[in-house]
């Protein structure tokens, strides 16, 4: 069994296979998520916030949304793959925080969860 050096550089001493860029992958997909639920809340709940969002007027504070929540995934996903580049991490955990912050993410882009957090 022949093994390239790449992949001989990837292995754990134990001899598993580093996991820690696929994971870093996943879960910054969902911090990314909830960046954009949060933001969204922002600028629905401030006037003053919807403008600092406002990147492209004809969208209003979308623009600023979508585009932050992007910033914020990749930056996020780059530093994670540099930290874990190496590292076996435990997926099921990763899964499982990566779900939590998708479905976070998710709620509170539905507005009667952002009315009901802002209290309108």
Do not use: H, Q
Not at 59 to 77: E, M, R
């Amino acid at each position: 069994m022949n093994r390239s050096v790449a992949e001989e550089s990837l292995r754990e001493p134990e001899g598993r296979l580093a996991n820690g860029p696929g994971g870093a992958a996943i879960l910054s997909a969902g911090i990314g998520c909830f960046a954009i639920g949060v933001l969204a809340l922002m600028g629905d709940g401030s006037k003053r916030m919807a403008g600092l969002f406002t990147f492209y007027r004809p969208t209003g504070p979308l623009s600023g949304v979508s585009t932050l929540g992007i910033v914020v995934w990749l930056a996020v996903w780059v530093v994670l793959a540099r930290r874990w580049r190496t590292k076996v991490v435990a997926m099921g955990k990763v899964n499982l925080a990566a779900f939590i912050f998708l479905a976070l993410g998710l709620l509170l882009t539905f507005p009667p969860i952002g009315d009901l957090l802002l209290g309108k």
